[in-house]
């Protein structure tokens, strides 16, 4: 079974498209994040949600807005996509309160914009 | 805000040798700092965590050390193999932000 999950893997689009990237965690975690890594694999957080609420916001264009319907999924949306959105971006989970915080990984989604 | 450094991008050794990757820090010592490997086309995997209150920790082959004063932690490999060949990134924690370093490729070479 599949802990994080992300789709899709790939996404090509054009500048100015509204695109969504899904992830879902079956671990039963309390938090879930959103990271951004640019062609220098440089791992940047950009969101987290805790129990459905947001306790993270870095400075991230307001162009990117994560949905959480429920605790196991927590979306990306992205309006008017520019040049520069194109970069790897996971999602990952992990159980604050714990002795342990390590972060589980989704697999990535590739978003190309041209 | 907080700032992440890890040794050299890329890191070469030999077969059955010992790697040393360094992560330093500035700014503020984390609760907790921990270490991941990522594979090309792969998310990271955890690896290890060390606590503020805890010197060192190991876990098989792996063995990582933390030093709050000199705000450094320091991940070896020891009997490296080639397929321990992976970028390394350190992360710290500090309960609900995490900040990752920029990561150390280290190749293994047989």
């Known amino acids: 079974d599949t802990a994080v999950s992300q789709t899709p893997k790939y996404l090509v689009t054009q500048m100015g498209n509204d695109k969504s990237i899904k992830c879902e965690q079956n671990?039963?975690?309390?938090?879930m994040y959103w990271y951004k890594q640019d062609s220098k694999k440089f791992l940047k957080i950009m969101f987290s949600?805790?129990?459905?609420?947001?306790?993270i916001n870095e400075t991230v264009p307001n162009r990117f807005s994560p949905k959480s319907p429920d605790k196991a999924h927590l979306n990306l949306h992205i309006n008017s996509l520019e040049l520069g959105d194109s970069a790897v971006y996971f999602c990952?989970?992990?159980?604050?309160?714990?002795?342990?915080?390590?972060?589980?990984f989704g697999p990535g989604t590739r978003l190309t914009v041209t | 805000s907080q700032k992440i450094e890890q040794n050299s991008e890329a890191l070469n050794i030999q077969e059955g040798k010992t790697a040393t990757l360094t992560c330093n820090y500035t700014n503020y010592s984390p609760a907790y700092l921990q270490w991941y490997r990522q594979d090309p086309g792969r998310g990271p995997v955890f690896l290890l965590l060390i606590r503020e209150n805890e010197k060192e920790k190991r876990k098989e082959r792996l063995k990582v050390t933390f030093d709050t004063t000199l705000k450094q932690s320091l991940f070896h490999i020891t009997a490296s193999q080639p397929a321990d060949s992976a970028t390394y990134l350190c992360a710290l924690d500090r309960g609900n932000q995490f900040y990752f370093g920029t990561g150390t490729s280290l190749t293994v070479i047989p």
């Open positions: 949600y805790n129990n459905k609420e947001l306790i």
């Open positions: 990952a989970s992990s159980q604050l309160g714990t002795s342990s915080h390590e972060q589980y």
């Open positions: 671990l039963g975690h309390d938090t």
